[in-house]
């Protein structure tokens, strides 16, 4: 009998305390919840590495896998003093447990923009730390030790009630006299246990430190790289985040110096420049595409949710990008924020075989980490307000914005009276030519004047990747 209330008491105390994520909300709104694991961070200088992840309320499918997720972890490097981040590991799981798909990512660190999910984590994770990583390991060893000490006290206690009764009797007959003796077999292993408490934690291992980041440009996706395009705010791990962050990486860095549109750094070589870059030649899914051939159906309008901002301008050796404020669109119950918009001349895509003289393509990233571009096609014609005012405020030289402290820009005026459009699953059309990219591709141009043409022109001739294989992808056109 004392044997079994023995190892119940054995079975019932804590022994051990697991050392398992401990996720705080850093922002709730509605449809999900954006959460750290304080127990992840890791610093180095102005760099911090932590683990996030976003908790949405309902499930969405994968587009690789075609399993349904509802929470997305990210692993995320952030640069405190430059405002830049970079994911480097996202993880799509359908609930706490169980894992969807994993994803390393290799991109460029990423501009923060203020407002935005990535930015609140940024202000979290960059604030001064109270404990080094090895004091909070210390203390974590002292409680650990505290809460043995204290199990054995009471396991000791417990012992002695359960030994003394059989004490006073164990002459009263044989059977009990057995009956007793079985514990000294049991007693030196608990003598043992309460004396190997007794013993000093074991002094916290090393802290590893993540290696700190190379700049590099604003990949979600997810630190920017050599020619420092727009720099922004805000350090860590998508395609950005995993919700800035996260995947977008590549998509907004369009100021790589190793490749071009043409000689030994053009598209036919971009493979070649870097084994990062190797979607770009066995990719199956990649863009621009001639846009034939679709099925004509009813689409879901598009909603954008556009307003008047200010705005910065760039040169960044490859295009004129701009970032602008908090401009978002929503479609098939996603947002995508807006990350920045370029320009591209000639079109990069066709409609039907025909190029148009140019197109702006602006760049959207969802919180699950998805790019949604939409292209606005420009043909020749009057002159276009929107795009005059981005003209005068052009850079003089490359990789220095201008930001017009009052200058407003409204992105509803860029876009055509008929929000038609068509649409195909694609990929970045700049290196590393990630896939995985939703295509809104306006039906109806918008006029620009021969003059605004020739001005972008003298920056950029030809910054148009030809047209890939469209490899019998599914091609939808809003009727």
Same mark, same amino acid.
């Given at each position: ?180 003796? %079985?514990? $000294? *077999? ?12 007794? =013993? /000093? @934690? !074991? ?6 430190? %993540?290696? $700190? *980041? ?12 050599? =020619? /420092? @395009? !727009? ?23 369009? =100021? ?224």
């Amino acid at each position: 009998m004392r044997h079994l209330i023995i190892a119940s008491l054995l079975a019932a105390l804590p022994w051990t305390a697991s050392a398992a994520p401990t996720w705080q909300t850093i922002s709730s709104e509605p449809g999900k919840r954006i959460e750290i694991d304080r127990t992840s961070l890791k610093r180095e200088g102005n760099t911090v590495q932590a683990q996030g992840r976003v908790v949405l309320d309902k499930e969405l499918t994968d587009l690789k896998s075609g399993a349904p997720y509802r929470v997305i972890e990210a692993i995320t490097r952030y640069d405190c003093s430059t405002r830049n981040a970079n994911t480097i590991k996202r993880i799509y799981k359908k609930n706490e447990n169980e894992v969807v798909r994993e994803e390393d990512i290799r991109g460029a660190d990423l501009p923060v923009r203020t407002g935005t999910l990535d930015d609140k984590v940024l202000r979290e994770v960059c604030r001064p730390a109270k404990d080094s990583q090895a004091e909070i390991a210390q203390k974590a060893n002292e409680a650990a030790g505290q809460l043995k000490a204290a199990n054995d006290a009471l396991l000791k206690k417990e012992l002695a009630k359960a030994e003394k009764p059989a004490a006073l009797k164990a002459s009263d007959s044989p059977a009990k006299d057995a009956e007793h003796a %079985a514990i $000294p *077999s049991i007693k030196p292993n608990l003598r043992a246990q309460m004396e190997g408490s007794k =013993a /000093p @934690a !074991p002094a916290p291992a090393p802290v590893k430190e %993540a290696a $700190p *980041s190379k700049p590099a440009t604003y990949v979600v996706h997810t630190a920017p790289a050599p =020619a /420092p @395009a !727009p720099k922004a705010k805000k350090p860590a791990r998508s395609e950005g985040y995993m919700l800035e962050l996260a995947h977008a990486e590549p998509a907004l860095q369009h =100021a790589h110096i190793h490749w071009d549109y043409e000689g030994v750094g053009g598209p036919e070589n971009w493979a070649k420049l870097d084994s990062k870059n190797k979607t770009c030649a066995i990719g199956e899914r990649q863009s621009p595409i001639d846009i034939k051939d679709g099925i004509k159906v009813d689409l879901e309008a598009i909603k954008f949710n556009y307003r008047p901002s200010t705005f910065r301008i760039v040169d960044n050796g490859h295009t004129i990008q701009v970032e602008v404020g908090e401009n978002s669109i929503s479609l098939t119950g996603k947002t995508y924020e807006l990350v920045q918009f370029h320009f591209h001349r000639p079109s990069e895509e066709k409609v039907n075989g025909q190029r148009f003289d140019m197109v702006v393509h602006l760049v959207h990233k969802s919180d699950d980490g998805q790019l949604a571009v939409v292209a606005v096609l420009l043909e020749r014609g009057t002159e276009n307000p929107f795009i005059q005012t981005l003209w005068n405020n052009m850079p003089l030289e490359k990789n220095t914005p201008v930001a017009p402290p009052t200058t407003l820009i409204d992105l509803n005026t860029l876009l055509p009276t008929a929000r038609n459009y068509y649409t195909y699953m694609g990929s970045l059309t700049t290196p590393p030519c990630s896939e995985g990219v939703l295509w809104l591709v306006m039906k109806q141009p918008i006029q620009v004047s021969q003059d605004q043409v020739n001005i972008f022109s003298r920056l950029y001739k030809n910054n148009a990747r030809p047209i890939q294989p469209s490899g019998g992808r599914l091609i939808k056109e809003g009727r």
